[in-house]
Structure formats: C-alpha cells, structure tokens
C-alpha cells in the first residue's frame, strides 16, 4: 500500500538532515546513559537523519515508517554513513497497527514532525500510549509538532498538519507526564519553541519540541 509520503519521497530529498533542536535533546542526553542503555525508537523516521545520528552516537535504532520510499532514502542514509548494521528500518503504520514494536522499551523515543499530521486527540492518544509501552527509565520521549504562527504556505504540499498553541502543549505535556507517571518513578516535562524561516522562500516554521523525561 503507498502512502502519500512515497511520492514527497519519491519527487524530492527531503529530511537530509537532523534537526538542531533533535540534536541537541540526544546529545545532552547521551551522558546519562551507561552503554546497555543505548536503545531508540525512531517512529516516522523518514529518510532517516535522525536514526543514522542516534547510531553514530552508539544507539541501536528501531527506525518505523510506513512510507516505503522514505524507508528506501533511509536505508541509502545508513549505508552512507556506515550505521546500517545498528539501525533496523521496519515499515509500519505506527499509529494504526502498534504489534510490530513488541512491547520492548527505549531510552530515546523520537516522533519528529510525524505525529504531527495526526488529528489531536490521535496524537494524544499514540503519545500516551508511545511513552507508557515504550519508554524506558532513563528515557526521554522528544516530540516535534509545527506551532500555530507556521506559515500554511511553508507546508504545501504536505499531507494536512495540525499546528499546535502553547495551551495545546501544554495540555499534551501534561497527559503525557500522568501516563509516565502511571509507571512509577519520577518524571519531568518541558517544552520549548523554536522559529525557523525557511531560507529558500522566507516562510515561517515554528516548531515545539516536548520532551518527556522518566529517571
Ligand atoms: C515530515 S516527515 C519527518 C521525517 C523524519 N522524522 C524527520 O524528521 O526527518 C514525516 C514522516 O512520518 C511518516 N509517517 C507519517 N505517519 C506515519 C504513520 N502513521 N506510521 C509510520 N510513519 C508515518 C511519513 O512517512 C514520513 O516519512
């Protein structure tokens, strides 16, 4: 079955490279984990910038996309980049059928900009579920949604997105952090905005970045 992501994927490169606000979330992440505790799951991982830097940096990766052309960009990504052997690509629909993940748990749990063009009350619904079946302790969830002041026009040609507030996040934080807590343990939430102006057409993108923390 082809996805409307196959033909973004199959016209153009898209998501060649990780995003800062990713980087900076793993790699300041990255010391508090002992070597046995490097696992993550990529849900949405497109071509797979952000699944090839988690291997680089030691991570085995369960990279999940439904999208057989961003799974074929992905591949070619690790390969590239020599990480093919800790990245296992596996095409699924994350948020309809979620037996493929088999209940294990990651200490990185990355949906970046791909939960994002779900309705909100799906959204709420996988997050929840992602950060109760899924993450691990120590584990931080990292979710990218596009904020309300991105311009539509920055979006075109996309599958429809939802654009979130402050007030929604905030919402969704704290959702997600009874689910965590639901597991014991403690948890924190944070989340953060960044702008970016899309230099090609001088569009405006905001996007929020949410992070759930279990220790
Ligand atoms: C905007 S791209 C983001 C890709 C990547 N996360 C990145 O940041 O570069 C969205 C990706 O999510 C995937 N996707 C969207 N809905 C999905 C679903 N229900 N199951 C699996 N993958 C999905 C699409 O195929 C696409 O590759």
Not at 56 to 78: I, P, R
Not at 193 to 200: A, K, N, S, V
Request: hydrophobic share 45%.
């Amino acid at each position: 079955m082809t996805t409307p992501w196959d033909a973004i994927f199959a016209s153009m490169q898209w998501g060649r490279y990780p995003s800062e606000m990713v980087v900076r979330e793993v790699m300041g992440f990255l010391p508090r984990l002992r070597i046995d505790q490097l696992e993550a799951l990529d849900l949405g991982c497109g071509a797979g910038a952000h699944a090839a830097l988690l291997a680089e940096n030691g991570f085995q990766v369960v990279a999940v996309d439904s999208s057989a052309e961003a799974l074929k960009q992905a591949d070619a990504t690790c390969f590239t980049r020599s990480v093919q052997v800790m990245v296992q690509l596996v095409r699924a629909d994350y948020i309809a059928a979620w037996q493929h993940l088999h209940g294990k748990r990651y200490n990185v749990v990355l949906d970046w900009l791909s939960l994002t063009h779900a309705p909100p009350s799906k959204v709420v619904e996988v997050a929840k579920r992602t950060v109760e079946d899924h993450l691990a302790a120590p584990g931080r969830y990292i979710l990218g949604v596009f904020g309300t002041q991105t311009d539509p026009a920055a979006l075109e040609g996309r599958p429809p997105v939802v654009r979130w507030s402050d007030l929604d996040l905030a919402d969704l934080g704290q959702s997600l952090s009874i689910a965590a807590l639901g597991r014991g343990g403690s948890t924190t939430t944070r989340y953060h905005l960044e702008e970016q102006i899309y230099t090609r057409t001088g569009r405006r993108v905001q996007i929020w970045c949410l992070v759930i923390e279990n220790d």
